[in-house]
C-alpha cells in the first residue's frame, strides 16, 4: 500500500502529465515531519511556476474536520522565491492559519524582487478542476484539499478585508501575474 506522501505525489504527478518537480525541503519548526514544496517548471503553461507543498495536512487544526490543506501556487516567473514562500508559510502557520477561502496573508515585505506584491489570498486553484484539488484521498479519513494562494498587492488585500473576496473577483485581475499593477 503506498504511504499518504506516495499517494499524494501520484496525484500531482497525472495532474503534471508526468513532469518531474523539483523538490524543496524545509528545516521543521514544530514537532512535526518538515513541509516540502514541490516545483513544477512550464506547468500548466510554458513560462510558468506551479508549486505545492506536502506537511501543512500533517498538523491539526479546530476547523479541518472535514479534510486537511495543503497549499500550491502558480505564478508567470521563473523566480523561485513565489513556490518557495509555500514553504515558509506552510512550515510557519500550518496547526495556527485554516487556510479558509477568502482570508489573507500578509507577508509586510516583497515576496520577490520583480514584483510589488506583499500578500496572497487564499482560493480554489483555478487552474484544476474541482476533482483535482478537493477529496484527495490519502488513505485516512480526512483527505487533502489543495488552497491556493494568489499573489496581491497590500492594497488589495485591504480591499478584500473590506468589500470581500467576490467583489475583489470581479474586478478583472490576471491571478497568475505577479508584475501586475493593483486593480485598487
Known sequence: MPTRVEQFVSHLDRLS??????????????????????????VPEPGMLTG????????????WQLGRPELCISVKSDDLRWPLVLGHIGETQRGDNPFHYGDTINLGERIAPDSAMTAFVIFAPAVLDRADFADINVGE???????????????ERRYIQDQGLEAFW???WDPYDVKRPSVV
Open 141 to 155: 479519513t480526512r483527505p487533502i484539499n489543495i488552497c491556493c494562494l494568489f499573489p496581491i498587492h497590500e492594497a
Open 17 to 42: 502529465g508526468g513532469i518531474e518537480p523539483r523538490f524543496f525541503p524545509f528545516e521543521a519548526v514544530r514537532d512535526l515531519p518538515p513541509v516540502t514544496v514541490m516545483v513544477y517548471d512550464d
Open 170 to 172: 470581479k474586478l478583472g
Open 52 to 63: 505545492f507543498t506536502y506537511g501543512v495536512s500533517l498538523a491539526d487544526h479546530p476547523h
